[in-house]
C-alpha cells in the first residue's frame, strides 16, 4: 500500500482506539456497576413530574431555515479552499474571480438579511 | 526519519493510536483538574477539590472510579441503540481529529495535504452524536438541547471554515505540517527572531476562530445546549453513569484539540520563539525537536485552553437569538471580508 493511502489509513486506527477504550472502560463499568432497572426509573426525567404527552414534541421551524443557510455556505465555502492554496499562482487574475464570488456569497446573506429569515422570533 | 531499527507498519499503528490516546487524555485531565477544579475555585473564593491526594490532585480517578459504579439507565421510550451510541461518536470525533496535529518534525501521528480541510470535516461529526443524544432520549428538554446544539454548531461552523482560510491563503497549503513550518521559517520585514506566527497578520481570524471554537465546544458564554436552570441539562439530560462521562471527556478533549489547533495555525505550532535555526524543510530540523516540540504545543495549548476556560467562568450565557445573530451577522461578513482583504495584500506583496 503507497504512503499517501496509509496516511489515511491511520485515521481509520484512530476511530477503532476511540471505539475499543469506550468499549473497554464500559465493560469495565458492566461488571462492577449495579443494574436495577424499575418502571419508574426509566421514565423520562422532566424535573419529577411525569412526562406530559410524547418526548418527540414539535419544535420551531426555524432551526430548519438556518440549517439551509449553512448548507448554501458550506457548499461555497468548499469551493474557496482549492482556490486559497493557488492564489500565488493566479495572481490579480484569481483575485478578481473570487472577489466575484465572494461578493455573490455576500449578496446571499444580505438577501437573507432583507428578507428577515436571520431574525430569531 | 531514520530510526535505528525498523518499526513494521503494525507496531508503528499501535505506537501512533497509543500516542492518540495519550494527546486525548492527557489535555483533557489537565484542562478539568487545572481549570475546571481548581481556576474556576479560586476565581469564586473556594478552594476546590482538597481530600483526594494532595491539593486534590487524584480528584480525577477518585471521580472515574465513581463513575464507573453508576448505573447505566437507558429510558423505556428512548430509541435505545441511538441513544446508546451517541457518546461514542462525540468521542469518535475527537480522536479523529487530533490524529492530524503536528507535534514536531517526525512527531505527528498522520499528516496529508488536505489537514487543514480534513480537520473541519471530522470537527461536525461531533453534531450527529449530539443531534443523536437529543433526539434518541425521548424527552422534550434532550429533544431541545439537542436541537439548540445543532443550530448553534452549524452555525459557528461557518465563521470558523472562513477564518481559517486567511491562514490558508498566507500558507499556501492545508498540510498543517507545512503551515507550522512557513509559520516559522519566515520573517516579518526581515526580522526572523519570532518567525511569522500568523496571529501577526491574521489577528481578525484568530479572534473569530477563538470565538467559533468557544461556540463549538458549547462553553458558556454560548451554552444555550446544556443552559442548566432552563433546560436541566440539555442533551444529556437523560445519561448516567460512564456514558455520560464520555460526553464530558470528549468535551474537554475537544477542547484541548482545538487549541491544539489554534496554535498549529496562528501561533507557530511546535516552533520554539527565538530559535529556529535556520531550518528550511522538515529534513534539516534537528532531531531534537521531537522531543522539544511536543512540549512546545502543550505549553501554547495551556495558554489557549486557559483563556478558553477563563472566557467560560466569567460571562452570562447568551440568548439563542442573540447567538444566532451575532455568528450570521457578524462573524460571517468580518471573516468574509478578512478573506478578501488576505487575498488582495498577498497578490500585492
Redesign the interface.
Known sequence: MSDFLRDYLNVVWFAAIALVLASLLLGISAIIRPNKPSAEKNIAYESGVNPVGDGWSQSQVRYYIFALLFVVFDVEAVFIFPWATRLETYGTFGLVEMGIFVFVLLLGLVYAWRKGVLRWV | MNLAVTIP?WGQ?LL??LG??VAVLLPAGTIVYLFLFKMMSFMQSRLGPMEAGPYGSMQLFAEVGK????????????DKRVFRAA??VV??S???L??VVPFGPDAY????DAGL??MLAVSSISTLGILMAG?S????????GG?RA??QL??Y??PM??SV?GV??QA???NLQTIVIKQNSDSIFGWNGLGYPYIATQFVGFLVFMVSVQAELTQTPFDMPIAESEL?SGYM??YS???FL?FFIAEFATAGVFALIASVLFLGGWGIPFSWFGWHSVDSIDNWMNVAGPLVMVTKMMVLAGIIMWVRFSYPRFR??QL??FA??VL??VS?IN??LT??F??AF
Open positions: 507498519y499503528s501512533r493510536v492518540g490516546t463513575w464507573l459504579q453508576k448505573e447505566d439507565i437507558t429510558p423505556a421510550r428512548a457518546p461514542l468521542l469518535v475527537t480522536f479523529l487530533v490524529a501521528f498522520t499528516q496529508f480541510f480534513y433526539w432520549s425521548a424527552n422534550k428538554y434532550s429533544l431541545l436541537l445543532a443550530g452549524i452555525a461552523e461557518l471554515v472562513l482560510l490558508v491563503i499556501g497549503s492545508m436541566v439530560t437523560e453513569g460512564f456514558r464520555i439563542e437569538d444566532q445573530r450570521w451577522k460571517i461578513p468574509l478573506i478578501m487575498a488582495i498577498k497578490v
